[in-house]
């Protein structure tokens, strides 16, 4: 047993990593599917979509043979619109709410139509926004992920000169380093990171990084106002013995070399457990596994019934071949020689059900153990609680608090996204910048 | 093995054996107890195993084709037109798409039958003998003498025809030369070549009528009383399917150019209904069987021509799209409708709805029914709520919800116009609940005598 990379081909590495939701063939193939759509009023799939997006209208487009329409429709309401298509969890959000669910036949592929127009739009550079002339406000964006690039659009739309500073070498922010490669490539995000920007006047400052590089009292004096759309940082720590062992890694950073430095470079197990059942839990465990681990494990402490990620995710997962063992908290992990050798947890059972309704586990005393050679955690992620407390935010175990104008409690200081919510979705944090940009240009009104 | 799947496991072929099966398969079996309808059709006593014939077009136009059809089941064609040499252009066909399907309508630019009449006619003579219980209607288009129509007439009938069908109805590249529309749409000349044609037939005669007149009556009436045995209708209508938007030059395109096209196809068929019905109603020209033509694509479309008179149907374009295999189901959905409504032979039905359309000011005004939203098959996808709130008479209410709205109608502003029913996507979720004004009949004369409310909504 051990940790070792480069454990496939090529052409293996490739077929793992493939597209795991392949696009249409061809036009007539998306016209099919297209005129499916009812063309709902007050539509639930809108209402569904974080950002609002007229999916009626853009899949209308589509049978129209208006595609660049179609694009327009999608990246009016959401710039990250070609992303999103790839990533969103659409079980629960537009898809989730279709009519056809309700008679039971599977739901207009509105993520699939969404690609299917915004990358037609990105291949060809359509360029369908234009930049207002410059009113001669500057605004400074701290996060090149989804939340900052999602603002920087809206507010050189109206105008204004954006500076984006952002910590890495990329933007994109986790769509670049964290979500599944099988979802999206980085060329992927590279190019959506340019085609948003294309629209002008947003400049992207790469390697400055928040309190080390720069402060956010330079900010504030230099520019007319700050957004500050810088996500949330590492996996929680579990807080068990053993987890300095050679072996423990944090999902977070284990997807992120991933993304950053290719599946050869990657060591990954041959008997890898994961702990959590989030969406980075189901990324990280069929990621491993796609890198060649033997087996792989999931340990969730509650039931299915309440995972927190979706259905479609977890079969994912199963499909993958990873196993699943509920009711199972980890208490230990074991080494020899400073490296994993095994991880003990507690077997659990459901409790009363507390404040929100949910049954919390509780340990029955019995214990099991898995030979394992790593671990991966993936309990939830935590906010960058330094940086904000240093920087005398208000904030609520690190995440930002904000009022309804999307304002910190320092004032000419705006945030959003992750570092807001503590981690949801991509869609998500493309409204949150959408908003925070709205709240912006109310501020600078005159 | 009961009779139905008896009948679809038939296959057919061109050897002899096939013609017993047939027999078997289409007349009523004495001691089944499940009684099968019969779908024999007899035209004019011309017979064939079902009502369904191939209109005189691309489908019936050589011997390959038309063998084709019958190892397929059709009844009978009807011989694509002969007359007088043409030649034909490329292209020739264009069409209309909706809602993700292809051909909802069709057109064409192309003539009579452009091959030499000697083949055309040893072929019929060959596919006559090889299926003899199928109908064979020769289409004609003569040149405008009594002569020429004199002598295709003879031809036709020692190569073995059972029947003609006289082409008034071709509406491009013939009329410039006199013939097809141009003889349909003057009832004068229509008249003329009907006479012409009764003094040299033996065999039974019907006239197939253009839809490019105002209406289809005159011609009718003036070609029964000139003698004609049947009518047919419709042809193809004139037509622009739609334009190139890169070339700007319409469809079909030929060099550059187009020109109007006959359009057919199921886009037609409600138009085709209603003229049939006018035929079907008028007094004299009822007295003819009718041959109804028009979009005619599956056997519920059959039922309704056959309903709204017509003793048999003619079909084109539903072949030219998906093939002979159609009529398989053609002949099974027909054979189980009557079964299932107990009739026994086509005659049964033929011409029942033909009473029901009437004239507007006989309708009764007391008749008022209301739209109903059934909530457990609703799925709140809010075309009933736009259709009527935009154009109609803002009759239903939208409760908000998220993401799924409630809606419900508000029944003393719903006039029962049915558009909400009309684009709800679920089958029986709206339905139209009668709820009469007042018991007794009323018309709109009646009504004006009494002197009873006008403008009221
Ligand atoms: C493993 C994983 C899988 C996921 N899978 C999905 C998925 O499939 N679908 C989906 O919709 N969502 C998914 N998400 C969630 C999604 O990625 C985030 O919700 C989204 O990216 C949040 O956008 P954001 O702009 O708020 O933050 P981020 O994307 O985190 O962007 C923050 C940016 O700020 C930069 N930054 C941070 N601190 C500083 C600083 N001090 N100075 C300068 N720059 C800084 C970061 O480098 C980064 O570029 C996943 C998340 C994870 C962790
Ligand atoms: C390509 C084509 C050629 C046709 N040629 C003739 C013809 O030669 N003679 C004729 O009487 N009708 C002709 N028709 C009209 C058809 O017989 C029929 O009346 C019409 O297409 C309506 O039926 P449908 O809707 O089933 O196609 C032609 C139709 C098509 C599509
Ligand atoms: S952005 Fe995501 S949630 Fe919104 S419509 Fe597109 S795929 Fe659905
Ligand atoms: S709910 Fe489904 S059918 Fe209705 S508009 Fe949205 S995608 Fe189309
Ligand atoms: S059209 Fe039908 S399914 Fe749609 S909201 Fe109305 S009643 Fe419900």
Redesign the interface.
């Known amino acids: 047993m051990a940790i070792q990379n480069n454990r496939l081909t090529k052409e293996q590495y490739e077929a793992n990593f493939a597209d795991i939701h392949p696009p249409f063939e061809n036009k007539t193939a998306a016209?099919?599917e297209?005129?499916?759509c009812?063309?709902?009023?007050?539509?639930?799939?809108t209402?569904?979509c974080p950002t609002h997006i007229d999916v009626p209208k853009f899949i209308k487009q589509i049978?129209t043979d208006n595609v660049k329409g179609s694009a327009h429709t999608i990246f009016t309401s959401n710039i990250m619109g070609a992303g999103c298509s790839k990533v969103c969890p659409v079980e629960k959000l537009c898809e989730g709410?279709c009519?056809?669910n309700?008679?039971d036949e599977p739901p207009i592929p509105i993520a699939k139509l969404q690609r299917y127009s915004t990358e037609k739009a990105m291949e060809n550079n359509w360029q369908l926004f234009e930049r207002k002339n410059s009113v001669g406000k500057k605004v400074a964006v701290v996060g090149a992920g989804p939340a900052g690039l999602s603002c920087a659009h809206v507010l050189s739309r109206e105008g204004i000169d954006v500076t984006i500073y952002e910590k890495e070498s990329k933007g994109g922010g986790l769509m670049t380093y964290g979500i599944a490669a099988y979802k999206v490539t980085p060329q992927f995000c590279e190019d959506e990171v340019n085609y948003i920007t294309s629209i002008g006047g947003i400049e992207i400052k790469y390697n400055h990084e928040l309190g080390k590089d720069i402060t956010l009292s330079q900010l504030k004096k230099e520019f007319d106002a700050v957004y500050l759309g810088i996500g949330v940082g590492v996996a929680r720590q579990l807080d068990i013995p053993g987890e300095k062992l050679e072996g423990v890694v944090d999902a977070i950073k284990f997807i992120y070399n991933i993304r950053a430095n290719g599946y050869p470079s990657v060591p990954v197990g041959d008997k890898v457990a994961v702990i959590g059942m989030g969406m980075t839990a189901i990324d990280a465990a069929t990621q491993a596994k796609r890198l060649g681990a033997k087996q792989v494990t999931m340990v969730y402490r509650r039931t299915e019934k309440e995972k927190p990620c979706t259905q479609h995710e977890l079969d994912i997962a199963m499909l993958d071949g990873c196993e699943v063992i509920w009711l199972a908290a980890p208490q230990k992990i074991k080494g020899s020689g400073g490296k994993v050798k095994q991880l003990v947890c507690s077997v659990m059972k459901l409790g009363d059900p507390d404040a929100s309704g949910r049954r919390s586990p509780v340990d029955t005393g019995e214990t099991f153990t898995l030979d394992v050679d790593m671990v991966i955690k993936a309990a939830g992620q935590v906010p960058f609680e330094k940086l904000i407390k240093k920087s005398r935010l208000d904030n609520k175990n690190g995440k930002i608090v904000i009022n309804e104008n999307c304002a910190t409690s320092i004032k000419g200081v705006f945030a959003g996204g992750d570092a807001v919510n503590g981690g949801k979705e991509v869609v998500d944090a493309v409204q949150a910048g959408k908003d925070g940009a709205k709240a912006i240009l109310k501020y600078l009104a005159p | 093995m009961n009779g139905a799947s008896q009948r679809k496991f038939i296959r057919l072929n061109v050897a002899g054996i096939i013609l017993n099966n047939l027999q078997t398969a289409y007349s009523v079996p004495t001691e089944n107890k499940t009684i099968m309808a019969n779908i024999s059709s007899n035209f004019l006593g011309i017979k064939s195993p079902n009502p369904f014939w191939l209109a005189s077009a691309p489908p019936t136009d050589k011997k390959y084709n038309v063998l084709r059809a019958f190892e397929a089941g059709w009844g009978g064609v009807v011989w694509k037109t002969l007359g007088s040499q043409v030649k034909n252009v490329s292209s020739r066909y264009s069409a209309v798409d909706y809602?993700?399907q292809r051909v909802m309508g069709f057109n064409n630019i192309e003539l009579i039958s452009d091959r030499p009449l000697h083949i055309n006619l040893k072929e019929i003579t060959e596919c006559v003998k090889l299926f003899p219980d199928r109908a064979m209607i020769v289409s004609l288009m003569a040149d405008n003498d009594k002569k020429s129509w004199h002598e295709l007439i003879k031809k036709c009938e020692d190569a073995g025809a059972m029947g003609f069908e006289l082409n008034f109805g071709c509406p491009h590249g013939m009329t410039e030369r006199g013939m097809g529309a141009a003889v349909g749409q003057d009832p004068e000349i229509a008249c003329m070549v009907v006479e012409w044609v009764m003094e040299a037939a033996t065999i039974p005669v019907i006239t197939k009528l253009t839809p490019n007149v105002h209406s289809v009556v005159p011609t009718g009436r003036s070609v029964v009383k000139a003698g004609t045995n049947a009518l047919s209708l419709i042809n193809t209508i004139q037509s622009v399917t739609g334009v190139d938007l890169d070339t700007l030059v319409p469809n079909p395109y030929v060099a550059g150019k187009s020109v109007f096209g006959g359009y057919c196809g199921p886009a037609v068929k409600p138009i085709a209904l209603k003229m049939l019905t006018t035929i079907a109603q008028d007094e004299l020209t009822s007295k003819v069987p009718i041959s109804g033509i028009g979009g005619v694509s599956t056997w519920k479309d059959a039922v309704e021509f056959m309903l709204l008179g017509a003793s048999n149907v003619q079909v084109c374009t539903a072949a030219m799209k998906h093939g002979f295999r159609i009529v398989e189901d053609m002949i099974e959905g027909l054979s189980n409708w009557m079964d299932e409504k107990g009739y026994k032979t086509l005659d049964d039905f033929i011409g029942k709805s033909v009473s029901t359309i009437t004239h507007w000011e006989d309708l009764d005004i007391n008749y008022h029914h209301i739209a109903k939203i059934n909530q457990d098959k609703c799925?709140?996808?809010?075309?009933c709520?736009?259709a009527c709130e935009d154009t109609s008479h803002q009759s239903i209410n939208?409760a908000y919800g998220?993401?799924?709205?409630t809606y419900t109608v508000k029944d003393e502003e719903c006039v029962g116009c049915n558009l909400c029913k009309l684009v709800c996507?679920?089958d029986d979720c709206i339905t139209m609940e009668e709820h009469r004004v007042a018991p007794e009949y009323i018309n709109w004369i009646e009504w004006q005598k009494r002197g009873l409310p006008l403008n009221d909504h």
Do not use: E, M, T
């Open positions: 016209q099919v297209a005129s499916r009812l063309f709902c009023y007050d539509a639930p799939c209402k569904s049978v709410s009519v056809f309700l008679l | 809602g993700g799925i709140h996808c809010g075309l709520y736009i939208l998220k993401p799924y709205n996507p679920v």
